[in-house]
C-alpha cells in the first residue's frame, strides 16, 4: 500500500472539509460516546445538549451514523445507550493497555521484590489487565482477567477513592459486600472511611482483605485516559509497615511515569 507524504496533508485535510467536516463530526462523536459513559451508558439527546453545548439536530445527526454502525443502540424509551460492537474495542484497548504497562510493572517487581498488577474499573467490578510476577519462590499470583468486587480489594480503593460518595453507595448497593476474609470491609461506611485513609495518605491497603496472609499496596495512575490503578502484593510477612514506606514512593513515581507515557502520542517508553 502506498505511503502518504507530508505533501499530501492539504489535499486530504481539503477533502475532509468538503466532506461535510468530517474530521470534526468525527471529534464530535468521540465525545458524545465519552460524554454517555462518563453518563453511565445510557442518556436521552437533550441530557447530550445540554452537556456537550451542541444544537439538538447536529447530536442528532451523528447518534442516526453511531447506531447505523452499531456503537450506539437506541432504548424503547427513546434514550440511546452504548451500543455492544464497543465491548470489542475496549476488551481490544485493555490488552493493548495491559501490554504498555508491562515494563512499568517490571520495573515495579525490581525495586520492590513483589508481584506488580495493573487493574481498570470496569463498569461495578476490578479486572486485572496485566501482571508481572515477583521473583520469589513465594509469591502472589493474580489471573490476568480476572475479575474482582472493588471493596476487598487496594486497587478498588484506589480507584474509587475520588468518586463521590453517593456514587460509591449506589456501586456497593449494586455489587454487595461480601467477606472474603474476615478482614474484608463489609459496610458502606466503614468503605468511605478507608477511601478518606486513601486520599489522604496518597495511596490503598488491602491488609488480608481479599486474601489471609496477603497484604497489596495500590495507587491509581493520575489522568489515566481509563481509570487505571497499579499495585505490588505480597505475603503480609514481607509487605510490612516498615516496607509500605519504602514502597509507596516508588509505586507513585512509576503511576506518575506510566501516565506521562499514556499521554503521549508516541510509543510507550520502555524500562
Known sequence: MPTSSASDAPAVDAAAKSNGGGVQSLERAFDLLERMADAGGEVGLSELSASSGLPLPTIHRLMRT???CGYVRQQANRR??????LIRLGESA???LGTWARPYLARLVEETGETANMALLDGDEIVYVAQVPSKHSMRMFTEVGRRVLPHSTGVGKALLANTPDDEVRA?????????????????PE??????????RDGYAVDDNEQEMGVRC?????????????ISISGPAGRVTEAATDKIVP??????????????????????
Open 66 to 68: 453511531l447506531v447505523a
Open 80 to 85: 440511546y445507550a452504548l451500543g455492544p460492537r
Open 94 to 96: 485493555a490488552r493493548l
Open 171 to 187: 456501586l456497593l448497593s449494586r455489587t454487595g459486600m461480601p467477606a472474603a476474609t474476615d478482614r474484608t470491609i463489609t459496610t
Open 190 to 199: 466503614g468503605f468511605l472511611a478507608a477511601l478518606e485513609d486513601v486520599r
Open 217 to 229: 499496596l495500590a495507587v491509581s495512575v493520575p489522568n489515566s485516559p481509563t481509570a487505571a490503578a
Open 250 to 271: 516508588v509505586l507513585q513515581q512509576v503511576a506518575v511515569e506510566l501516565s506521562e507515557a499514556l499521554a503521549s502520542s508516541g510509543p510507550v517508553a520502555q524500562h
